[in-house]
């Protein structure tokens, strides 16, 4: 009779071990509770690479009236910035004409700078080019203050800083989740790739073709974004997310030792988030 008795006993669940990564710091939640689901150095500053444009264009998002149409033209100094940078690009052409919306697929998809820049120095303001830009990372800061990221500043548009360009797994993971209320952004960084049509100088028009730099589109089930960055400091960085059923986890990976240890890295943070 015991013996029956201890076969009909509920059996414990096994306790769910914690992944190995090669990054840094790491963090993930339930982007619906906010529950943490892993940590890892979750709260280390460390610099944010172009993760940084996750608030890029949370600040343009949150424009009062927001005109997603309205027509940018491209400057000459958005060039001559990736040019003295080497930084990534989205191509944007002097003299075109592009939209608003345009611009945040040049900044989220291939990681443009140029379109950081240009959104920066539309959205700062400032009687000149350098008082618009301070201005709009002035925002960038107050908006981080206002979500309480206690860890987090930036000193540039687009992560790339002068050593002042700093974030933590959590803070990036919390920003990550608030952007992703917003439908347009949420539209932008599940993109995998993107054909848009530009007005050129002349008035006529050109297709720019973007790809997403986030190879967990596609590959990954259920994954919906969010953001890379990379560069000498920050090395390998991802903010991720995927959706499964009515759950969503959301997480961040930041200084992975390669970009395919990044992707395996919140492959592993994805999975351990959905047993959870």
Request: net charge positive; aromatic share 6%; proline share 3%.
């Amino acid at each position: 009779m015991s013996a029956v008795g201890a076969s009909l006993a509920p059996a414990q669940a096994a306790p769910v071990r914690e992944p190995s990564i090669t990054a840094k710091g790491g963090f993930v939640m339930d982007a619906g509770t906010g529950a943490a689901l892993y940590r890892k150095g979750a709260d280390s500053r460390l610099p944010t690479g172009s993760t940084a444009k996750i608030m890029t264009a949370q600040v343009v998002l949150s424009q009062k009236n927001l005109d997603l149409d309205r027509k940018v033209p491209v400057q000459m100094a958005y060039s001559d910035y990736i040019v003295a940078k080497t930084a990534s690009s989205a191509r944007l052409i002097v003299g075109d004409k592009v939209t608003v919306r345009q611009l945040l697929y040049g900044l989220l998809l291939p990681s443009g700078c140029d379109a950081a820049y240009a959104l920066a120095d539309t959205y700062g303001t400032g009687s000149t080019r350098a008082a618009r830009v301070k201005s709009f990372v002035g925002k960038m800061n107050a908006a981080a203050t206002g979500m309480g990221l206690k860890n987090t500043h930036f000193d540039s548009f687009d992560g790339i800083g002068n050593g002042k360009n700093y974030s933590t797994p959590r803070d990036l993971t919390r920003l990550a989740s608030r952007a992703m209320t917003n439908p347009t952004f949420r539209a932008i960084v599940k993109t995998k790739s993107t054909k848009q049509r530009v007005t050129t100088k002349n008035g006529g028009y050109r297709d720019m073709a973007w790809t997403n730099t986030n190879k967990l589109l596609g590959t990954y089930r259920g994954a919906v974004g969010v953001k890379t960055g990379s560069g000498p400091e920050a090395k390998y960085c991802l903010v991720f997310a995927a959706t499964r059923g009515s759950r969503t986890v959301i997480g961040t990976v930041l200084m992975s030792s390669s970009e395919a240890n990044r992707n395996a890295d919140a492959t592993k943070l994805l999975n351990h988030g959905f047993k959870r």
